[in-house]
C-alpha cells in the first residue's frame, strides 16, 4: 500500500480527533460552572426562597424537563442543573412556588440563540455524529447500516397507557386488588415509606393465554397516571454478543429519567428461561442478558420508583434467581374466568354490537366454560361476521351457535360429500357418546348432537358440566368421562358390527385420563404414588437425562392398572347402551334427518320420542318481532303473530 493510500485511509480519523479536542477546549473557554441536584433538593431550595431564577425546557424525546438556574451566592457563570417529570404536575408546582417567592422563569422550546460558544459547542456533536456515521457506513458498506442501535433498548412509551382503566378490565376483581398496592404506591409512596414498608420491585402475571395479562398491566398503569414501557421478551435477545445486555441497561436508565414508571416486559421466559439446562455452555447471549436483567432488579445499583410488571404462561421454566424476593417479589395468577365473569367480558365486547332481543349473554356464558377473555372476544367476532355474510341486520343466536362451533372444531365442511353409510356411520357413532352422557349419573351434560363435519372429525357431541366447580375432580367422574369417550366405539361394534377409525382421538384422551389416574392421582390398587411428572422435559437438557421414578417391574403394573380402567369402563359402556338400543337408534336417525340436535330438542326426544318442529314458525315470529323492534312499536314482545303484523303494518304506513 502506497503512502498516499495510507494517509487517505486514516484522514477521516485525523479529522475526528481534531473535532473532538476542538470540543475540549472550546468547553474549557466556555468556563461554566454546572451544579447537578436532585430534584428534591430543587424543591428544599425552592421552599427556601434561595433560587432567583430558572429556565426550564422541554424534552420530548426524554420525557423531561431541564431546568438551569441560579441560587443565591452564586457567581455569573455558576448555574444548577436538574431534571424533573415531563408532566403538568411538575409545571403547577413550579408556579405554585413563583406565586410565592416571585423568582424569575423563562420557558425555552430551543438552546439560547444570542450564546455563539453555546451554539457551537451543541453543534459539534452533530458534526461528530456525521463523520462517524459516514465512516461506519464506508467500512461495514453493504452490512446492515443500523447496527449503531443495536444496543439501543426496543422498550416503547406506550401511547394509550393513560386511558385503560379497571373498569374497562371486565372480571378479574382478585387480581385488581393484588395490584392496587402498586398504584397506591406509585401515588403515594411516602405512605409506605413512613412504615419502612417496601413495595414489590416485580409482579410476575402467571397464566394461560388469552386471560387479560397485558391488558391489566395497561390498567395498572392508567390507573397509576405514569409513564408506561412496554417490551416483549425476545427483543433483548440478538444475534450478536453483549446486545441483549446492553437493551437491558439502557431500558432502565431510560426509566429512571421518568421514575416513577411501569416496565411491563411480555412473555418474559424467551429471556427468563432457567441457567445451565441447555445442551450447550453458561456463556450463551440469552444467560447474560438474564443476568444483566437480575443485576439492575437487585443488584449493587438502586432503581428506586421503577416497577416491573412481566407476564409469562410458562411459570414453570424461569429461573428461581428471577423468582427471589427483591427481584419478583410477588406471583399473581390471572385465571381462565368463571362464569360470573365471562358474562362480565361478553357485556364489554357486546357494547358496540347489535344483538337480536333473542340473544341471552347469560345462557352464554353458562355454554362457554373453560373460555378465555380472547376467546370470547373471538366468538362474538365471528358472530358479526357471520351476521354480515348472511345480510341480517341483528346477531341471532344462530350466528352465535355457529360462532361456537368454529371457535372450538373450525368451519363446518358442508360441500363435502358424505355417503349414507358414511352418514349412518357418523351417526351411530355420536348416538352412542351422547346416550352414555345421558345415561351415566356423573357424566356432564349433552348439549348439542351434530353430524356436520368440521376440521378432522365427521361429527361431535358436546357435553359441558352441569355446574361450574374449581379444578378438582373426582374419581367417578374421571370414569364418567373415560365411559362417555368409549361410547362412539361400542355403539359402532354394536349397531353396525364393524369398526372404524373414528374412535382414535377418544382412545388417546381415554388412555391419557386413565394413564394420569393411575401415576399422577393415586387412583388405582398401586395406591397414593406419584410416579410421573407432567412438567418433565421442559428443557432439552432434561429431555436426554430424564430420570425414571420407577422400576421395569412398577411399569408393567401401571400399564396392567390402566388397561383394567379402561377395561372395566368399556364393560360399563356396553351395558349402558345395549339397555337403551331404542334411545341410540332414535338419536341416530333424528340425527340422520336433521344433522344438528339441540339440548332442548335432545330432551324432548328422550321424553317423547319425537321432535315438534316449531323452527319455522318461530323464526317467523322471531323475524317479525326485530321488525318491531327496529320501527320502535311499543309492547312487541307481548304481542302475536297477528298483531305484530297489523302493527308494523301501521308503522310503516305512518
Not at 251 to 271: R, S
Not at 525 to 548: A, C, H, M, T
Request: charged share 30%; hydrophobic share 35%.
Amino acid at each position: 500500500m502506497s503512502r498516499k493510500s495510507k494517509t487517505k485511509q486514516f484522514a477521516p480519523y485525523l479529522v475526528l480527533i481534531i473535532l473532538m479536542a476542538a470540543v475540549f477546549v472550546m468547553v474549557s473557554i466556555g468556563d461554566r460552572k454546572i451544579n447537578n441536584i436532585t430534584y428534591d433538593q430543587f424543591l428544599d431550595k425552592l421552599s427556601s426562597n434561595e433560587v432567583t431564577e430558572i429556565t426550564t425546557m422541554e424534552k420530548e424525546s426524554y420525557g423531561i424537563y431541564s431546568i438551569n438556574g441560579k441560587l443565591k451566592g452564586y457567581s455569573k457563570n455558576e448555574y444548577f442543573k436538574v431534571d424533573a417529570q415531563l408532566s403538568e404536575k411538575t409545571i403547577e408546582t413550579l408556579e405554585t412556588y413563583q406565586a410565592k417567592n416571585e423568582f424569575i422563569w423563562k420557558v425555552k422550546k430551543n438552546p439560547d440563540g444570542n450564546n455563539a460558544l453555546f451554539i457551537i459547542v451543541q453543534m459539534l456533536p452533530i458534526g461528530i455524529a456525521g463523520i462517524i456515521a459516514f465512516i461506519m457506513i464506508n467500512k461495514l458498506s453493504g452490512s446492515n447500516k443500523s447496527s449503531m442501535d443495536f444496543g439501543r433498548s426496543k422498550a416503547r412509551l406506550s401511547e394509550d397507557g393513560g386511558k385503560v382503566r379497571f373498569k374497562d378490565v371486565a372480571g378479574l376483581e382478585e387480581e385488581k386488588e393484588e395490584v392496587a398496592e402498586l398504584i397506591d404506591f406509585l401515588k403515594n409512596p411516602k405512605k409506605f415509606q413512613k412504615l419502612g414498608a417496601r413495595i414489590p420491585k416485580g409482579v410476575l402475571l402467571v397464566g394461560p393465554p388469552g386471560t387479560g395479562k397485558t391488558l391489566l398491566a395497561k390498567a395498572v398503569a392508567g390507573e397509576a397516571n405514569v409513564p408506561f414501557y412496554y417490551i416483549s421478551g425476545s427483543d433483548f435477545v440478538e444475534l450478536f454478543v453483549g446486545v441483549g445486555a446492553s437493551r437491558v441497561r439502557d431500558m432502565f436508565k431510560q426509566a429512571k429519567h421518568t421514575a416513577p414508571c411501569l416496565i411491563f416486559i411480555d412473555e418474559i421466559d424467551a429471556v427468563g428461561r432457567q441457567r445451565g439446562t441447555g445442551l450447550g455452555g453458561g456463556h450463551d447471549e440469552r444467560e447474560q442478558t438474564l443476568n444483566q436483567l437480575l443485576t439492575e432488579m437487585d443488584g449493587f445499583g438502586a432503581n428506586e420508583g421503577i416497577i416491573i410488571i412481566a407476564a409469562t404462561n410458562r411459570p414453570d421454566v424461569l429461573d428461581p434467581a428471577l423468582l427471589r424476593p427483591g427481584r419478583f417479589d410477588r406471583q399473581v395468577t390471572v385465571s381462565l374466568p368463571d362464569q360470573k365473569e365471562r358474562l362480565a367480558i361478553l357485556k364489554v365486547h357486546a357494547k358496540d354490537k347489535t344483538f337480536a332481543s333473542s340473544v341471552n349473554l347469560e345462557n352464554l356464558s353458562k355454554r362457554t366454560p373453560g373460555f378465555s377473555g380472547a376467546d370470547l372476544e373471538n366468538l362474538l367476532n365471528e358472530a358479526a361476521l357471520l351476521t354480515v355474510r348472511s345480510n341480517k341486520t341483528q346477531i341471532t343466536m344462530t350466528e352465535i351457535d355457529e360462532a361456537t362451533d368454529r371457535v372450538l372444531m373450525g368451519p363446518a365442511k358442508k360441500t363435502r360429500k358424505i355417503t349414507d353409510k358414511e352418514k349412518r356411520l357418523v351417526a351411530i357413532h355420536e348416538s352412542g357418546h351422547a346416550v352414555v352422557g345421558l345415561k351415566l349419573e356423573d357424566a356432564n351434560d349433552v348439549h348439542k348432537i351434530t353430524i356436520i363435519p368440521r376440521g378432522q372429525a365427521g361429527g361431535y357431541t358436546m357435553m359441558l358440566p352441569s355446574e361450574e366447580k374449581m379444578a378438582v375432580t373426582t374419581k367417578k367422574e374421571l370414569i364418567a368421562q373415560i365411559t362417555g369417550l368409549l361410547g362412539g366405539r361400542v355403539a359402532e361394534e354394536l349397531f353396525l358390527g364393524e369398526t372404524t377409525t373414528g374412535a382414535s382421538d377418544d382412545f388417546k384422551k381415554a388412555t391419557k385420563i386413565a394413564r394420569a389416574m393411575v401415576t399422577e392421582f393415586g387412583m388405582s390398587d398401586l395406591g397414593p404414588i406419584q410416579l410421573e411428572d407432567r412438567n418433565e422435559g421442559v428443557f432439552l437438557g432434561r429431555d436426554y437425562n430424564k430420570s425414571k421414578n420407577f422400576s421395569d417391574a412398577v411399569a408393567l403394573e401401571i400399564d396392567q392398572e390402566v388397561r383394567k380402567i379402561i377395561n372395566d369402563c368399556y364393560k360399563e359402556t356396553t351395558t349402558i347402551l345395549k339397555e337403551n338400543k331404542k334411545l341410540v337408534n332414535l338419536i341416530a336417525d333424528t340425527l340422520i334427518e336433521r344433522e344438528t340436535i339441540t339440548k332442548e330438542e335432545i330432551e324432548e326426544l328422550v321424553s317423547t320420542g319425537k321432535i315438534v318442529d316449531k323452527g319455522e314458525d318461530n323464526a317467523e315470529l322471531q323475524s317479525l318481532k326485530d321488525k318491531a323492534k327496529e320501527l320502535g312499536v311499543k309492547g312487541y314482545t307481548k304481542m302475536n303473530q297477528e298483531e305484530l303484523e297489523e302493527a308494523i303494518k301501521n308503522s310503516t304506513e305512518k
